[in-house]
């Protein structure tokens, strides 16, 4: 689920970006789309720009998405996910916190090393923090494949009512697939408006698709 780069800042930016940290609440983004939310490179917003977090951020070495210092504090986890997006993750302060692997049942530890790892988010996972001090993680999305190809479906998927836990659900049910088919080059022009999201599959997925869908879904093809 995670793999360690060759690309990595001095250990002792990370306390000190730690220590230059805004007031926020459990998460804040780094910098501001320039197009396509999910398939255009962002840029770093003015505030950060020549600082310690801002020149961590750009020590990473590829096209990016949406950056974001996320926050987990001591005894917190969050809901078990899977993400469309695979991710970069840099850990920059905590002790006795871990990503786990709730497919293949795998602790992965998160250590403020000064290394950027890159994550398969593809995997049913959860972030959890059993130790005493805040853990802050900066987490990267990559973006998504852009694809030509055409024989398309285009799909809407939304909920068939309302109800707290869709975004729980549809990310336990839908983002795994979603995922692969981003990688294998078989999905494109992913949107999503806070409620329902639409894509474009190759038919030869209409199948595929067609199995993993739950009835708490409305699945529309076109």
Same mark, same amino acid.
């Given at each position: 689920?995670?793999?360690?780069?060759?690309?990595?800042?001095?250990?002792? /930016?990370?306390?000190?970006?730690?220590?230059? !940290?805004?007031?926020? #609440?459990?998460?804040?983004?780094?910098?501001?789309?320039?197009?396509?939310?999910?398939? *255009?490179?962002?840029? +770093?917003?003015?505030?950060?720009? $020549?600082?310690?977090?801002?020149? +961590? /951020?750009?020590?990473?070495?590829?096209?990016?998405?949406?950056?974001?210092?996320?926050?987990?504090?001591?005894?917190? $986890?969050? !809901?078990?996910?899977? #993400?469309?997006?695979?991710?970069?993750?840099?850990?920059?302060?905590?002790?006795?916190?871990?990503?786990?692997? /709730?497919?293949?049942?795998?602790?992965?530890?998160?250590?403020?090393?000064?290394?950027?790892?890159?994550?398969?988010?593809?995997? /049913?996972?959860?972030?959890?923090?059993?130790?005493?001090?805040?853990?802050?993680?900066?987490?990267?999305?990559?973006?998504?494949?852009?694809?030509?190809?055409?024989?398309?479906?285009?799909?809407?998927?939304?909920?068939?009512?309302?109800?707290? #836990?869709?975004?729980?659900?549809?990310? $336990?049910?839908?983002?795994?697939? !979603?995922?692969?088919? $981003?990688?294998?080059?078989?999905?494109?022009?992913?949107?999503? #408006?806070?409620?329902?999201? *639409?894509? *474009?599959?190759?038919?030869?997925?209409?199948?595929?698709?067609?199995? +993993?869908?739950?009835?708490?879904?409305?699945?529309?093809?076109?």
């Amino acid at each position: 689920m995670l793999t360690k780069l060759a690309v990595n800042v001095p250990v002792f /930016l990370l306390s000190q970006a730690v220590s230059n !940290l805004p007031e926020f #609440d459990d998460r804040f983004c780094l910098n501001e789309p320039t197009g396509d939310f999910f398939y *255009s490179e962002w840029k +770093i917003k003015k505030q950060f720009q $020549n600082t310690t977090l801002g020149n +961590i /951020l750009n020590s990473l070495p590829f096209p990016i998405g949406e950056a974001r210092v996320i926050k987990l504090e001591p005894g917190e $986890n969050y !809901l078990s996910h899977a #993400d469309i997006d695979d991710r970069w993750h840099l850990t920059l302060s905590g002790s006795n916190c871990f990503l786990i692997d /709730l497919d293949n049942k795998k602790m992965h530890p998160t250590l403020p090393d000064g290394y950027w790892y890159e994550m398969d988010a593809g995997r /049913l996972h959860t972030a959890a923090n059993f130790g005493s001090t805040t853990r802050y993680q900066l987490v990267v999305r990559k973006p998504l494949t852009r694809t030509c190809f055409t024989d398309t479906i285009k799909v809407t998927i939304e909920p068939i009512e309302e109800r707290h #836990d869709y975004r729980y659900h549809f990310d $336990n049910v839908f983002s795994p697939w !979603l995922n692969q088919k $981003n990688k294998q080059g078989l999905m494109k022009d992913f949107k999503h #408006d806070g409620r329902s999201v *639409s894509f *474009s599959i190759h038919k030869s997925q209409k199948k595929q698709l067609e199995k +993993i869908a739950e009835n708490d879904f409305k699945v529309t093809y076109e």
